[in-house]
T-cell receptor
């Protein structure tokens, strides 16, 4: 089954404790991206990757890091999380940039 | 800067009561307008992509249309299972898509 998976689905952590949210897709897609979704603000792109070893900032990259060492994986790293990063996070992938994006199930992160 | 405005923010319909959702946009060089459906606690699910004014696409009770300034998602004879938030997004010259805030649709039996 073609899908985008994220782990963990739910995470409660404390300020400053480094965390990683994993994202994996099995569709051989070149393009992957991370979004956060907040009430009243909609979906905002954090980072995207055009292909392996090619990443770039989206609209709200501050406080986040990503890497793309393999085509299927695109982890999101929060090295020192803060309460304003409490949000619902989605990973997405598409065949190429501009193509239809397929979203993962989401990760609900709470930073205390 | 690309902008997307969706209206209404919320819509309540009776089962069978047809209506339309609006997505107004400003973008430099439209390279695609996307409609997604999002159920509570889940990721957005792709519905349609439209590329040029005059284009229309249909899927079951949904029909999406596109003009140079807006897109409509028409829902014909909706059922309770059509209840969801509908998101519109545009992609222009940059690689970063811009999403609207969505329309929350509730269909009462």
């Amino acid at each position: 089954e073609a899908q985008v998976t994220q782990n963990p689905r739910y995470l409660i952590t404390v300020t400053g404790k480094k965390l990683t949210v994993t994202c994996s897709q099995n569709m051989n897609h070149e393009y992957m991206s991370w979004y956060r979704q907040d009430p009243g603000l909609g979906l905002r792109q954090i980072y995207y990757s055009m292909n392996v070893e090619v990443t770039d900032k989206g609209d709200v990259p501050e406080g986040y890091k990503v890497s793309r060492k393999e085509k299927r994986n695109f982890p999101l790293i929060l090295e020192s999380p803060s309460p304003n990063q409490t949000s619902l996070y989605f990973c997405a992938s598409s065949r190429t940039v501009g193509d239809t994006q397929y979203f993962g199930p989401g990760t609900r992160l709470t930073v205390l | 800067e690309d902008q997307v405005t969706q209206s209404p923010e919320a819509l309540r319909l009776q089962e069978g009561e047809s209506s339309s959702l609006n997505c107004s946009y400003t973008v430099s060089g439209l390279r695609g307008l996307f409609w997604y459906r999002q159920d509570p606690g889940k990721g957005p699910e792709f519905l349609f992509t439209l590329y040029s004014a005059g284009e229309e696409k249909e899927k079951e009770r949904l029909k999406a249309t596109l003009t140079k300034k807006e897109s409509f998602l028409h829902i014909t004879a909706p059922k309770p299972e059509d209840s969801a938030t509908y998101l519109c997004a545009v992609r222009g010259g940059s690689y970063i898509p811009t999403f609207g805030r969505g329309t929350s649709l509730i269909v009462h039996p």
